[in-house]
């Protein structure tokens, strides 16, 4: 009976731990090789797309050490939609506030950010997207970011 009473505990924990999420279409994080990312290495992410009709909501996820050097990290992200257009952005992300002080969901020396990048998108054509992040900043190797991600989620 013991037996039976964890096994439909732990299918309910399961349950409740993947529909709490019910709006995400896509989240995808890169770790970075010795927190140390090398301009000249992109992270990518490819994403397929089905609903041409729903509102999303796109963001970068950020992971930075607490001895990041920086209050920001600028990105330029490349996007290629299903047509192969190609469209470049750049993108100032703020990790701390003018004090100094980090932004975010902090546990130790680990800041996990999710900055909001852009809003009310309507994907038009079905097929594969695919995102590629460069770090942008005045450093070829830039220490203490740790890991790069993507997240989709529908309005």
């Not at 896509?26 to 301009?39: A, G, L, S």
């Not at 490819?46 to 050490?65: G, K, M, S």
Request: with cysteine; charged share 25%.
């Amino acid at each position: 009976m013991k037996n039976i009473f964890t096994l439909f505990a732990a299918i309910g924990f399961l349950f409740f731990c993947t529909s709490c999420d019910s709006k995400r279409v896509f989240e995808q994080n890169t770790d970075i090789p010795d927190n140390i990312w090398n301009k000249n290495e992109p992270i990518s992410f490819e994403v397929p797309i089905t609903d041409t009709v729903t509102l999303h909501n796109v963001y970068v996820n950020v992971r930075n050490a607490g001895s990041y050097a920086f209050s920001n990290l600028y990105l330029f992200l490349d996007t290629q939609y299903p047509d192969q257009t190609v469209s470049r952005d750049t993108l100032e992300c703020i990790l701390a506030d003018p004090s100094g002080k980090w932004l975010g969901d902090g546990s130790g020396d680990i800041w996990d950010n999710q900055i909001l990048f852009k809003k009310n998108v309507r994907f038009k054509h079905q097929g594969t997207y695919k995102f590629k992040f460069e770090q942008a900043m005045r450093v070829s190797k830039l220490p203490m970011i740790m890991d790069i991600g993507l997240r989709i989620e529908k309005q």
